[in-house]
């Protein structure tokens, strides 16, 4: 009879054997002595995990486990509330304000041109960079960021398993409404779904013999719609026992015109989902992503426990926004709320990173950090030298203590003008018709009352208001192709006003000023 090696284990067996052989690792100094970095996204993921505390049902074993080996930041913000933006942000290290990169509807390569994103970068300084999954925002690639990416560079997205291709299976179709917004187990085992074969792409790195530092970057996609994972994940969640998020009726009665179009956007998906009886299926469908994101990261960290990089390896898991699934009656992202904009960071480091030689220890930081920091931290934790032309501050000070002073706002954006500050206690947002949002967290942490129109807290919106960009660069528009299903961005009042004269029609925002 043969003997298998361990490698030759690991990679028939999977997450199992990854959970027998935890015990009995070891981890030998790698030959590549230099700080290494695995860099995670979990797609669409808000802060209903455990260590976020956002859902009582939430299961995620395993990131509460890693929360309590790294620094877990709990108030932790998007840049922007979508993908494009939001992942353009983090991997350029450039705001959105200072990029003109607001929305989807952009190709962000023609809007961003001769700028290192951090693969590119981290390659320049001698590092190995191969990823898998999505990691920018689906086909917008920078291919000089990867020496290697599964499936490929040029199609950087693995095939999803979709039960029936092109049709819904649990939510009914209506005008304008994302192809993907629907929820269902599927009848497949994990080594089957694309997100396991993904991971297990970076697993076959982390068992290689890299004499480079190496970069490696893993997009989970999982919980991204469609919500079709697996039957043991739904079943973790009985239908019966699932419970709703915390709403308030009326909530938006004291929001002006511009925000109420945004949480009803594109046909009104909560009006939609109630009139189908879909609610708690829904939230059940995103548990039960969430719990399969958590097996597939578990998977991962379980390997680089495994590896010889384990101790020169620097772990960054973040989620590019957060989601709603019927607060304020809004679903999905695309809005400038808390459990919209807020957002999972967790940074581990090992003992001898530069710059913090007693690497990392579970600890909260509660102070309100961006992911705009990814970018210039990493190089901090690699020794990298700084770059003066990205933006964000590297939380390097928060990792070595932190409980400590920290005086900056996080700043996020929307369209073009339109920006929330989340400093200390305080959410203020102000949008392109004028209309404004203050929201005192101590005593409010759900945002049901809106103190922007009381004169007691003139004094709060004018000292928030110094933080909102000044002359924030304009959208520009790509030869990216439109989609219906929800308002493109407006790149001026102008075009805002227009919308409203035409009776909100989006097909005349698109033919008028996209074409």
Not at 135 to 142: G, L, N, Q, S
Not at 356 to 380: E, K
Request: aromatic share 12%; proline share 7%.
């Amino acid at each position: 009879m043969n003997k298998l090696t361990r490698r030759q284990f690991v990679k028939s067996a999977g997450l199992s054997a990854l959970s027998l052989l935890l015990p009995y690792c070891t981890t030998p100094v790698s030959t590549n002595d230099r700080t290494n970095v695995l860099f995670v996204s979990l797609d669409d993921l808000n802060d209903w995990i455990e260590p976020l505390g956002g859902h009582p049902q939430a299961q995620t074993p395993h990131l509460n486990r890693f929360a309590q080996q790294s620094v877990n930041f709990t108030h932790a913000y998007c840049v922007n509330p979508a993908c494009n933006p939001s992942r353009t942000a983090i991997l350029t290290g450039l705001a959105p304000h200072h990029s003109g990169v607001y929305s989807n509807y952009q190709d962000w390569r023609e809007v961003i041109t001769g700028h290192k994103s951090i693969g590119t970068y981290f390659r320049e300084e001698g590092y190995y960079s191969a990823g898998a999954g999505k990691i920018f925002h689906y086909h917008m690639v920078d291919s000089a960021c990867w020496d290697d990416y599964w499936p490929s560079i040029q199609k950087p997205m693995p095939r999803y398993h979709y039960p029936k291709r092109g049709e819904t299976v649990n939510m009914p179709q209506f005008p304008n409404m994302y192809g993907d917004f629907d929820w269902s187990p599927i009848e497949i085992p994990d080594e089957k779904t694309a997100d396991f074969q993904s991971v297990q792409y970076i697993i076959d790195q982390l068992q290689e013999n890299h004499t480079k530092p190496f970069f490696l970057a893993c997009g989970i996609y999982r919980p991204h719609l469609p919500w079709y994972v697996p039957k043991k994940y739904f079943e973790k969640f009985p239908l019966d026992s699932v419970k709703l998020p915390k709403v308030l009726e009326n909530d938006l009665n004291d929001v002006g015109d511009r925000v109420i179009d945004i949480a009803h956007r594109s046909g009104h998906y909560h009006k939609h989902v109630l009139e189908a009886g879909q609610w708690e299926e829904a939230v059940q469908g995103y548990l039960a992503s969430i719990a399969y994101c958590d097996a597939m990261f578990g998977r991962l960290i379980e390997a680089l426990g495994c590896s010889s990089y384990a101790q020169n390896t620097v772990v960054v898991v973040w989620s590019d926004h957060g989601w709603q699934l019927g607060e304020k009656e809004h679903w999905r992202k695309f809005a400038l709320w808390e459990n919209v904009l807020r957002s999972v960071l967790m940074i581990k480091a090992p003992k001898g990173t530069p710059g913090l030689p007693q690497g990392t220890q579970g600890a909260r930081c509660d102070r309100n950090v961006s992911l705009q920091d990814i970018y210039p931290t990493l190089l901090d934790l690699c020794g990298l030298a700084s770059r003066k032309e990205i933006d964000g501050r590297s939380l390097v000070p928060l990792l070595k203590r932190p409980s400590r002073k920290w005086d900056y706002p996080a700043v996020s954006s929307y369209d073009f003008s339109e920006f929330s500050i989340r400093k200390d206690h305080w959410r203020y947002t102000v949008y392109i018709d004028g209309s404004e949002e203050l929201y005192d967290h101590r005593k409010d942490p759900e945002e049901w009352h809106n103190l922007a129109d009381d004169t007691e807290y003139e004094t709060i919106k004018k000292e928030l208001s110094q933080h909102l960009p000044e002359n924030p660069a304009p959208l520009k528009k790509t030869s990216l192709k439109l989609q219906p299903h929800h308002n493109p961005p407006f790149a001026s009042k102008k075009e805002y006003q227009d919308w409203l004269k035409h009776g909100k029609d989006t097909k005349y925002l698109i033919e008028k000023y996209w074409k």
